[in-house]
């Protein structure tokens, strides 16, 4: 239902001022909910930066309220979970309750098969009963109330040694009023307002002095370059060996953005517009690894945790490749304490997930640790290496009737202390930043695993007798091995000779390491390229983190407006790179009006309709040109080329008959129909049917092509 445009249509933000976005939600009534607001089109240049941020409040009013209608609407498919305890607090105004939540039951989380777990920011009704099938906004009624997860207050151990969290849990109206407590009552998960209430923040907080403000008063026509900053354009590209691993137009974009990322004179932005395979990724990767070695600190976002492991991802890779010191298997062994991802992510699901704030804080701290850490094991390692013949015959005196022969003892105390010498030299060439190790650290512990190695291959193969070995430990230099010796003794001893010097070698230009405190603020310090999504970039400013050159924001065309403006308002943030395509598929909008608003529109697409000048990166690299001539024609109006690799033979070759296999097809299913499923999502049967049979077909063509294929590698080795 939509209110007249008139005395109900939001018109100005005095109704919001100084207003929570949680509270607003904990007032709304069902018919608040239901009922539809028009708001004003959010236009595409300001007149002040109040206005700037104004025009967002509405929409996000709007948009909420519709997420929160759609949720309500499946109640019957939400997560839920009976009230275990409540107490009461009445410290605040509005009515506050401590809560432990029971097991969450009801829908799993996507793509695993973990439930829902409770957490900040969540939204819950409250009711007396469980959601059944017949749940739905209709059928509340009266009894319920919304619920707010506003702070975790604490975690025990319940009966199955599970951690349950303690929550404040802030209510619409006192339980008491809208349920018998005393008698079982259950919270319903409803949706998460977390990425809502930090926009909401960001456009009540937004410093009039920003970076923003500068966004605001572009004009097109107008673009140069910083007269104050000496040009280096010519020679950057050669310096930083861009032309390897670029086309001409991904390195002019490259080149101009790393230009703006060392000038402190002027605010700068660039529109990088990247249509699909064109290269946007690897030029993104490119530009990372550039500013890396620039140090230019700064922050990448993107909307989602998958797109932003993506680009790091590509840029550990890059990192990899460009390594210039190996393990001795031939692996590179690089410093990423530089790059460091932040959010909610799966790390073993990804080769980035080293790279994860959580992770390297765990492997840090073990490594770091005072009593069993790096300094522990090199320094236990180092003793050993020199000591164990005299070590050995004092425990085989104290123990005369269980005796180790000292192959054993000196296999039984080398290998766990090997392991642990080499988790350490993994964390410390990995996860430090270059500021606190240098290249020929990293070559020393390379040498110095190496040493290890061949350490344990005379141990385990040569596997010596124990006078031999004996007489390898004690063995001074210059001294030959005697025909019988079963071990090279002399190689033994230099190798471990290597190895003992290596490690005091360490012990010492390490030792200004002992002086590190790990925790989550030391990681963002060390860090010059965090990676997080738009709206985890809100919390950076607890850790009290170094200020932020420059801000990249990946599938820029995909991030709300106002969802940009978390991110940017990051301190220090003086230079800002935004990569997308307005052609592909925008944010999701839920709220119709909010979405005719043009709530849904970004920062990029505003931006280019404004005329704002972008690098486009004009050569194609994934389609066949059948394929792309119709999209490099609607959309990019030809500026965009095909390149050798897509107009080569290989791409013309189709191995099926008949012209459903060729470069594309299209199919006319008119006889179908869409309906709803789960309440929520769509699907089309007839549809599904037809995709199924193209499968099967093609499953049956490419057998039987494998099979004639192979029937002609037969004929051809009878008939050479």
Avoid at 293 to 317: F, G, K, Y
């Amino acid at each position: 239902m939509e209110a007249e445009q008139g005395e109900s249509s939001h018109n100005n933000n005095a109704l919001y001022v100084g207003e929570n976005l949680a509270k607003i939600v904990l007032s709304w009534s069902l018919e608040d909910i239901l009922h539809e607001h028009k708001v004003n089109a959010i236009p595409h240049s300001f007149s002040s930066l109040g206005d700037y941020l104004s025009s967002f409040v509405y929409p996000l009013v709007e948009e909420t309220k519709s997420e929160i209608c759609s949720k309500i609407e499946s109640l019957s498919t939400a997560p839920f979970a009976k009230i275990i305890t409540l107490c009461s607090s009445e410290r605040f105004i509005q009515p506050r309750y401590e809560i432990v939540f029971g097991k969450w039951k009801g829908s799993l989380k996507k793509h695993t098969k973990v439930s829902h777990q409770a957490k900040l920011g969540d939204l819950f009704v409250f009711k007396q009963t469980k959601p059944d099938r017949n749940s739905s906004v209709r059928r509340l009624g009266r009894s319920w109330c919304f619920g707010y997860a506003t702070k975790i207050l604490k975690h025990d151990f319940n009966e199955r040694l599970i951690y349950t969290p303690h929550f404040e849990v802030s209510s619409s109206i006192k339980l008491e009023a809208a349920l018998d407590v005393s008698k079982p009552f259950y919270a319903i998960f409803i949706m998460n307002l977390t990425t809502n209430n930090r926009i909401w923040n960001a456009l009540h907080t937004c410093p009039s002095d920003h970076v923003i403000r500068e966004l605001l008063s572009i004009n097109p026509m107008v673009q140069e370059d910083c007269k104050n900053c000496p040009a280096m354009k010519e020679t950057l590209e050669e310096k930083l060996s861009l032309t390897s691993y670029l086309n001409k137009s991904q390195c002019e974009a490259v080149v101009q953005c790393i230009c703006n990322s060392v000038c402190d004179h002027k605010p700068s932005l660039e529109l990088i517009w990247a249509s699909p395979g064109t290269g946007k990724t690897r030029t993104l990767g490119v530009l990372l690894c550039s500013l890396l070695r620039v140090n230019c600190r700064t922050l990448v976002c993107a909307p989602t945790n998958v797109a932003i492991l993506e680009v790091a991802s590509r840029v550990m890779q890059l990192g990899k490749e460009s390594a210039k010191t190996l393990d001795e298997n031939g692996n590179p062994l690089c410093s990423f304490g530089d790059i460091l991802v932040y959010g909610n992510t799966n790390r073993t699901a990804y080769e980035a997930g080293d790279l994860y704030l959580d992770y390297r804080v765990k492997r840090l701290t073990k490594c770091f640790s005072p009593h069993f850490g790096w300094k522990h094991w090199f320094t236990t390692m180092t003793e050993f290496l020199e000591n164990c013949v005299s070590e050995y015959a004092s425990e085989a005196d104290k123990c005369v009737d269980n005796r180790t022969s000292f192959l054993q003892y000196v296999k039984d105390r080398f290998i766990p202390m090997s392991d642990s010498l080499r988790n350490c030299i993994l964390t410390i060439g990995t996860h430090l930043s270059k500021a606190y190790i240098s290249e020929k650290d990293i070559k020393d512990l390379i040498l110095l695993e190496a040493s290890l190695q061949s350490l344990e291959t005379f141990l385990f193969e040569a596997n010596p007798v124990g006078k031999e070995l004996k007489a390898a430990f004690l063995l001074e230099e210059g001294v030959k091995s005697s025909p019988q010796d079963d071990i090279n003794m002399p190689e033994f001893f230099h190798i471990k000779s290597e190895c003992i010097q290596h490690l005091r070698n360490l012990l010492h230009s390490l030792d200004r390491l002992s002086l590190i405190t790990v925790n989550e603020k030391f990681c963002f310090k060390m860090a010059s390229l965090i990676f997080c999504t738009a709206s985890s970039s809100y919390e950076l400013c607890k850790f009290g983190i170094d200020p932020i050159k420059l801000l990249v924001i990946d599938e820029a065309s995909q991030v709300k407006e106002c969802e940009s403006l978390i991110p940017l308002q990051v301190c220090g943030v003086k230079h800002v790179v935004l990569l997308g395509d307005e052609c592909q598929l925008p944010a999701f909008v839920s709220s119709k009006v909010s979405a005719k608003a043009g709530f849904g529109k970004s920062l990029f697409e505003r931006l280019s309709m404004l005329g704002y000048h972008r690098h486009l990166l004009d050569t194609q690299y994934r389609m066949h040109p059948n394929i792309s001539s119709f999209p490099i024609a609607k959309f990019y109006q030809n500026r965009i080329i095909d390149s050798q690799i897509v107009k080569s033979d290989t791409y013309n070759k189709c191995y099926l008959p008949g012209p459903l296999y060729g470069n594309y097809s299209f199919m006319n299913i008119s006889c179908g129909r869409e309906v709803l499923s789960d309440r929520h999502n769509w699907k089309n049967m007839v549809e599904v049917a037809v995709v199924l049979k193209i499968l099967q077909l093609l499953y049956k063509g490419v057998c039987m092509f494998g099979h004639l294929a192979f029937m002609s590698f037969l004929f051809s080795l009878k008939n050479p």
